[in-house]
């Protein structure tokens, strides 16, 4: 029976681990459609998005852009025996969330509703936020189950009555990190089937690149290390305080450094890599394609994502780039986080150092960058890790299993 999968926006480039499962799903048999809240904006995609085939259906945005979808919506909704029971759900929502968005939401759940395959039999939302809640009122109006997959933001920023509450409505729940199952479990009611499932990396699409191990040690400019971080440039991702981290490198210890991602904070940290005078050392390379992004990672000595805690508590689960890196050989230094070290064991896969800690970066970067030895070692150590314990092929079964139960598909 078909199966309704419900994102914020599709493709997107920073989503990658999002269209691997669907695609892993749609070649395994179960038949999908994808539902977006969002139009696509990112200006290419990956391989993988070019692969899936299944149809999309794209909500209204914002409301009043298409007036006479909603209004259809709604008259269609009214006739059906689950709208009172959507609507009342809605409205105690919308008295402890009086926001503009959960109105939207509202609207954007009519209009799935109808539209959506009259055979659907589940719909299934990619994070526990906006996603959530239009799939939770669209499925109540339907009169059928709805699950969901529950990452890193939409967990810690999420109120936690809205977290309890749809724990206790979901068929069930999977999410990719210890740390948030954890967190999720406290407040699950009695009952609720929830389970920890890791994205993993499919290995397929990054074929193993042989041994490869650079001299570079950074004495001489011929020495160069290349470092490369790959991430939206947003207060989570920490490149603030990694542009602290590189201006404060030696003087004789030679350096570049790439990133990959578009965000909104790209400009400000252009402006202070200036202000820093280290922007000469820099290349921002903006979104990048999945393909780009794999040579990127060949071609670099050291790869570094300084996740952080933002405000408001936004923060990474378990990012995708940690494995990707580490299936080619990349050394890592990161962040010292639930979700991320539970891939990266400290001093044996890779270097982790406090969040938001630009000294202990620092010293860091310059251990591992004067060190081509200990690179190769704990590049050696975290490859074998995600190849042997984070293969997607081995996550995507469970998966399977969780819609055939509420589906009925064999």
Not at 114 to 141: D, G, I, K, N, Q
Not at 183 to 200: F, M, N, S
């Amino acid at each position: 029976m078909p199966v309704a999968v419900v994102l914020k926006g599709y493709p997107r480039l920073s989503e990658t681990f999002i269209a691997q499962e669907i695609r892993s799903l749609e070649k395994a048999g179960v038949d999908l459609e994808i539902v977006s809240l969002r139009h696509p904006t990112d200006p290419t995609t990956h391989p993988v998005h070019g692969e899936i085939k299944v149809p999309v259906l794209y909500l209204p945005e914002y409301l009043y852009q298409e007036p006479l979808r909603v209004i259809r919506g709604w008259l269609a909704g009214r006739k059906r025996p689950g709208y009172l029971a959507a609507r009342s759900l809605w409205i105690r929502d919308l008295k402890r969330d009086r926001s503009i968005n959960r109105i939207r939401r509202f609207g954007q759940a009519l209009v799935l509703a109808a539209e959506a395959r009259p055979s659907t039999s589940l719909m299934y939302a990619h994070f526990m936020h906006t996603p959530a809640s239009v799939t939770r009122y669209a499925a109540t109006l339907r009169g059928i189950a709805w699950s969901f997959s529950a990452h890193a933001k939409d967990i810690w920023t999420t109120p936690d009555w809205e977290k309890h509450e749809k724990l206790a409505d979901c068929a069930w729940g999977v999410t990719c990190t210890e740390a948030g199952f954890s967190h999720l479990r406290q407040l699950a009611p009695v009952g609720t089937k929830l389970r920890l499932l890791y994205h993993g990396l499919d290995t397929a699409r990054f074929a193993d690149p042989g041994v490869r191990h650079s001299e570079s040690n950074g004495a001489t400019a011929q020495q160069s290390v290349n470092l490369l971080s790959v991430g939206r440039a947003v207060p989570k991702k920490g490149f603030d305080v990694l542009l602290r981290a590189l201006a404060a490198l030696p003087a004789e210890f030679h350096w570049r450094w790439q990133h990959v991602g578009g965000g909104a904070g790209l400009s400000a940290l252009k402006r202070t890599a200036a202000d820093l005078g280290i922007d000469k050392q820099i290349s921002w390379l903006g979104p990048q394609p999945q393909e780009t992004v794999l040579s990127l990672y060949r071609q670099n000595d050291l790869f570094i994502l300084p996740s952080c805690i933002a405000a408001g508590g936004d923060r990474d689960g378990l990012p995708n780039v940690l494995m990707e890196a580490a299936s080619q050989g990349l050394a890592i230094i990161t962040s010292e986080l639930p979700g991320i070290t539970e891939f990266i064991t400290a001093d044996q896969h890779g270097l982790l150092v406090p969040p938001d800690d630009a000294p202990a970066l620092c010293d860091a970067i310059h251990r591992l960058g004067t060190d081509p030895e200990l690179r190769a070692t704990l590049a050696a150590a975290a490859k074998v890790r995600v190849t042997q314990e984070f293969d997607h092929q081995n996550t995507i079964q469970p998966l399977i299993s969780l819609i055939q139960e509420v589906t009925g598909a064999n």
